[in-house]
Every structure is written in structure tokens, then in C-alpha cells.
T-cell receptor, first 111, second 117 residues
Framework: RKEVEQDPGPFNVPEGATVAFNCTYS??????FFWYRQDCRKEPKLLMS???SGNEDGRFTAQLNRASQYISLLIRDSKLSDSATYLC????????????FGSGTKLNVKP | GAVVSQHPSWVICKSGTSVKIECRSL??????MFWYRQFPKQSLMLMAT?????????EQGVEKDKFLINHASLTLSTLTVTSAHPEDSSFYIC?????????????FGPGTRLLVL
């Protein structure tokens, strides 16, 4: 079983739509959770960390459900510039703080 | 924010040659760096953890004799793809964690695209 799983999409939405992505992780001992954005042929960029109580950054809201072992990302009022691949990342802590990434969910925001 | 650089950004080489990729943390010291590989339309796959002053630890299935990692200083890790073959063509990305950042936060280099002919 993969460490982290995501729906690859693509999600095709119109501008202004609200879209949500989920990501599940297999190791219940995972400690830190993140959402990254990756544009085509570029490196991932940190979008936001995911805190246990949920957190919001402008149009983006991230939530963590430890009981069900998933994290989510909600994007409100989608912009054309939000088109990208969104990767969830899980850190299991311990030695070296290794990261495991989901395969990414592709979002296409259309005019 | 933290800056991590990689060099070169593009490499095209013949099969059988070795390619060295450098990863530098420009404004902080990184005792640990990570090397990933990403094939088209696939996820980032962690290859190895590079530890300053000691041997790298490799993920299962990654050949340590083929992917040589050296982390000689707190700001530089190198990945050498030895005797590269076409199947090694991929996007190689390094990352480093900023010591003062939230535990687990990683900053990525811009990546190196390797094409082996």
C-alpha cells in the first residue's frame, strides 16, 4: 500500500468555483502534513502546512482528520492561476524527517 | 524564504556516462538533505536521505552504488548518477529542511532534468 494516496484528477472547474481535494495516508504515526503546489516542469512549492485544528490562508483551507487518516485542501473562488498539480506530503517524523508525497491532483481552472 | 539551488538545471548525456548534480542551501545550513526523482505524470519518489558527514540512507529499491551521494558540507550535497542509462532519464529534485522552520518543512531546489540518450 502506498504511503500517501491522492485522486490524480484532473479536476476541471470554472473560474470562481470551489474545489476540494483529499489525500489519505497509511501510517497513523505520521506527524506533519503539508500541501505543495507544483507547476508543470517545476519543483514543488510549499502552499501550506496542515494543522490539527485546521487552518486557512486566504482562499485556501486545509484540514486534518487523524481518525480517518486524511487531509484535505479546499480552494474557494478558483482563479485561472490556481491551475497546477497539488501534492500532499506527509512527514513521519523520527530520524531525518523523511517526506512522502502523494502522486498529485491536477487542477485545471477554466475561464 | 529559504533558498535551495541545484546545478545543472538540464543535462543531456550519452548512455554510460556519469552525471553529477549539486544541491546547495544558500541561506541556511542543512545537516540533512533529500533527493527525489520524478518521472512524467508521477509523484516525487524519495530516493535517499543525505546526511552531512556520514553515509546516505537509501530507500528500498534504490541502488546505492548507482546513485552516489556525498554531503561534504552543511550547504552542499551531490548526487552522482553513475553509468547512466536511458531509464535514468528523469527529473531529480533535492530538498532541505530549514532548521528554524516547522518540523518537516522542506524547501526544494529547482530540479535537474536528466536526459540519457
Amino acid at each position: 500500500r502506498k504511503e500517501v494516496e491522492q485522486d490524480p484528477g484532473p479536476f476541471n472547474v470554472p473560474e470562481g468555483a470551489t474545489v476540494a481535494f483529499n489525500c489519505t495516508y497509511s501510517n497513523s504515526a505520521s506527524q506533519s502534513f503539508f500541501w505543495y503546489r507544483q507547476d508543470c516542469r517545476k519543483e514543488p512549492k510549499l502552499l501550506m502546512s496542515v494543522y490539527s485544528s485546521g487552518n486557512e490562508d486566504g482562499r485556501f483551507t486545509a484540514q486534518l482528520n487523524r481518525a480517518s487518516q486524511y487531509i484535505s485542501l479546499l480552494i474557494r473562488d478558483s482563479k485561472l492561476s490556481d491551475s497546477a498539480t497539488y501534492l500532499c506530503a506527509v512527514n513521519k517524523g523520527g530520524n531525518f524527517n523523511k517526506f512522502y508525497f502523494g502522486s498529485g491532483t491536477k487542477l485545471n481552472v477554466k475561464p | 524564504g529559504a533558498v535551495v539551488s541545484q546545478h545543472p538545471s538540464w543535462v543531456i548525456c550519452k548512455s554510460g556516462t556519469s552525471v553529477k548534480i549539486e544541491c546547495r542551501s544558500l541561506d541556511f545550513q542543512a545537516t540533512t538533505m533529500f533527493w527525489y526523482r520524478q518521472f512524467p505524470k508521477q509523484s516525487l519518489m524519495l530516493m535517499a536521505t543525505s546526511n552531512e558527514g556520514s553515509k546516505a540512507t537509501y530507500e528500498q529499491g534504490v541502488e546505492k552504488d548507482k546513485f552516489l551521494i556525498n554531503h561534504a558540507s552543511l550547504t552542499l550535497s551531490t548526487l552522482t548518477v553513475t553509468s547512466a542509462h536511458p531509464e535514468d532519464s528523469s527529473f531529480y529534485i533535492c530538498s532541505a529542511g530549514r532548521p528554524s522552520g516547522r518540523v518537516g518543512t522542506q524547501y526544494f531546489g529547482p530540479g535537474t532534468r536528466l536526459l540519457v540518450l
